[in-house]
T-cell receptor
Framework: GAGVSQSPRYKVAKRGQDVALRCDPI?????LFWYQQALGQGPEFLTY????????KSGLPSDRFFAERPEGSVSTLKIQRTQQEDSAVYLC?????????????FGPGTRLTVL | AQSVAQPEDQVNVAEGNPLTVKCTYS??????LFWYVQYPNRGLQFLLK??????LVKGSYGFEAEFNKSQTSFHLKKPSALVSDSALYFC???????????FGTGTRLKVLA
């Protein structure tokens, strides 16, 4: 009966390093979202998957950000050549099958610190 | 463009008093509106949503919200606040026909014993 899980919970990277953040959604959830939450701000939409299809990636801030969900379950958000402004909490959320207007269930987030 | 405004960074209320956390929105199509709560060191949790139908929506932990189309508002309310309601509250909106959810900047609710 696990919820959405994310790993690692904390990641420290040196500027210029590549990082990969993992999201395990609730089993059977069709929809998966990635958000970036800066300190003191609300979550900002990055991208949306329906099964393995990435239907909206309009929120990805640059071409250094890449997300995938190859088998329609686990998703990975990859950030290449990290910059200090990438420091934030990255949230993953999944929602019930059949509709993307349903409740989003959020994971605990990955706190990324870029030094 | 879609946007959400939560005009108050913090709301203080005495335990047992009614509380209101304000939210206004702007979307180009029909709005789907949500409230989420974030407790310290815990993930965002769903409280309630408005998709269609009755303008008064009831949610978890005794919270409710009223959709007001003319004022483009979706204020969160509770008749009697508890100290345990102290947390960070986020309003979110999505327009019909898009997948992109827009969150407000959050309102910190502090309920005083």
């Amino acid at each position: 009966g696990a919820g959405v899980s994310q790993s690692p919970r904390y990641k420290v990277a040196k500027r210029g390093q590549d990082v990969a953040l993992r999201c395990d959604p609730i089993s059977g959830h069709v929809s998966l979202f990635w958000y970036q939450q800066a300190l003191g701000q609300g979550p900002e939409f990055l991208t949306y998957f329906q099964n393995e299809a990435q239907l909206d990636k309009s929120g990805l801030p640059s071409d250094r950000f890449f997300a995938e969900r190859p088998e329609g379950s686990v998703s990975t958000l990859k950030i290449q050549r990290t910059q200090q402004e990438d420091s934030a909490v990255y949230l993953c959320a999944s929602s019930l099958p059949g509709s993307n207007t349903d409740t989003q269930y959020f994971g605990p987030g990955t706190r990324l610190t870029v030094l | 463009a879609q946007s959400v405004a939560q005009p108050e960074d913090q709301v203080n209320v005495a335990e047992g008093n009614p509380l209101t956390v304000k939210c206004t929105y702007s979307v180009s199509g029909n709005p789907y509106l949500f409230w989420y709560v974030q407790y310290p060191n815990r993930g965002l949790q769903f409280l309630l949503k408005y998709i269609t139908g009755d303008n008064l929506v009831k949610g978890s932990y005794g919270f409710e919200a009223e959709f007001n189309k003319s004022q483009t508002s979706f204020h969160l309310k509770k008749p009697s606040a508890l100290v345990s309601d102290s947390a960070l509250y986020f309003c979110a909106v999505r327009s019909s026909g898009t997948y992109k959810y827009i969150f407000g900047t959050g309102t910190r609710l502090k309920v005083l014993a």
